[in-house]
């Protein structure tokens, strides 16, 4: 299909959607969740051929991680989309009513977006997300997903068809490009006659490009370059389970740790014990020199490694004198997503807080909790990283906007 007749779809599915009610999107939603179960057989079907090709192309562990779909991750995306039923319904809110010196009755009421597009990669379960999150919204989506999970895509998307059809729902609320060209993409990117708003989830390479080419609205949801720094008041057995999960619990995500910085009062005990720890995991530490005298099988640190998201069982050591310089560090190497502290210390949790500048902080606890689901929204559309209308795990409220709507009684301006 020509991808301004999939715009114009889109856009007549999005007048249907924007009035639905909510008992009807939530049977939506319900409906699109039972058929991914019945269909399960086929989406692992289409998965496994697009993980055979991605490896056969050479694909890394962590991407391959991403791409393939379990049981279990269908069960998930499952739970996801009912999750997103239970919510409540933000459209139609009245956010505020004020009556003006003129009799004017002034209110600001929450409305959808419209048409929603998605660039993204390798992750097939970005499918059934941003359909669910879209949807309750009221918004259409197109998507436009990598060319290594286009069968996942397809199957997941005709499943969710089925489901709306069932309802009399327009199936176009839901619509997949399968066109995988760079020209066709860069022709989505200027759809801005039918698209309200892109949103790229991916690659740094990705974002990039979208951001650059498109004349489309963007969110910008950013890479995630995460760091722990250990304070010198740390619990440090807390400390190696925090970077442990936040490194291995699963490599190939945003939210995983990339970097760790150490204070020099504590390197010496915790510098071998975080080294054995990770061996576990045949870790690489890449650490700067002062580091590697501690332990001189580390790997040595390169200052691209600052900077580096590796999505790999790589992680890159620092040490530092103060939380003062761990939050100098971190504001410069930092990809703005998300930052912790293991400490002991109130006052140097409270400057970490209030002093890195990324979507979201953490005191004693991993990284890995930066997501829609573990911040109950349910499912999520991606991480924004930017500051303009959303910033951090975009629920619901992120693929909102708003509009005044005026009450009179015959006033005119004079």
Not at 93 to 121: A, D, F, H, T
Not at 239 to 266: M, P
Not at 306 to 321: F, H, R
Request: charged letters at 25%.
């Amino acid at each position: 299909m020509e991808l301004k007749e999939m715009g114009k779809r889109a856009k007549e599915a999005s007048y249907f959607l924007g009035s639905m009610e909510t008992d009807l999107k939530n049977q939506g939603l319900l409906a699109a969740a039972e058929e991914i179960l019945k269909h399960r057989e086929d989406i692992l079907k289409a998965n496994e051929a697009d993980v055979i090709l991605a490896k056969e192309k050479g694909m890394s562990p962590a991407l391959v991680d991403r791409l393939q779909l379990t049981d279990k991750r269908i069960d998930d995306i499952v739970e996801g989309i009912r999750q997103v039923a239970g919510l409540e319904d933000p459209i139609g809110e009245v956010l505020s009513m004020k009556r003006r010196p003129n009799g004017l009755l002034i209110g600001q009421k929450r409305v959808p977006m419209g048409v929603i597009g998605m660039i993204y990669e390798a992750r097939p379960n970005v499918t059934a997300d941003a359909f669910a999150l879209c949807f309750k919204t009221g918004n259409a989506v197109i998507l436009r997903g990598g060319s290594d999970a286009a069968q996942s895509n397809q199957a997941i998307v005709t499943a969710i068809r089925s489901g709306l059809s069932s309802l009399n729902i327009p199936e176009d609320a839901v619509q997949l490009l399968e066109d995988s060209s760079r020209e066709t993409a860069r022709e989505f990117m200027r759809l801005k006659d039918y698209l309200d708003l892109l949103i790229p989830r991916g690659g740094a390479g990705l974002i990039r490009t979208v951001v650059e080419n498109s004349t489309v609205p963007v969110i910008e949801t950013g890479t995630g370059n995460c760091h722990v720094y250990v304070d010198e008041t740390a619990d440090l057995s807390m400390a190696l389970d925090i970077i442990f999960n936040a490194k291995t619990q699963r490599i190939g995500v945003c939210n995983a740790c990339e970097s760790t910085l150490v204070h020099r009062k504590v390197a010496e005990t915790f510098l071998p014990m975080m080294k054995k720890r990770l061996d576990e995991k045949q870790v690489e530490i890449r650490a700067d020199e002062d580091s590697r005298k501690i332990v001189p099988e580390f790997t040595p640190a390169t200052e691209e490694d600052w900077g580096t998201e590796y999505l790999d069982y790589i992680l890159s050591c620092k040490l530092v004198d103060s939380v003062d310089e761990a939050i100098a560090h971190i504001n410069r190497y930092s990809t703005g997503h998300s930052e912790a502290i293991v400490t002991s210390s109130y006052e140097n949790a409270q400057k970490f807080l209030d002093r890195v500048d990324s979507a979201a902080v953490y005191v004693n606890a991993s990284t890995r909790f930066t997501d829609g689901f573990e911040f109950g929204f349910g499912a999520e559309i991606g991480i924004s990283t930017q500051k303009l209308h959303a910033r951090g795990p975009m629920g619901l409220l992120a693929l909102t906007s708003t509009k005044y709507i005026i009450y009179g009684n015959g006033q005119i301006r004079k």
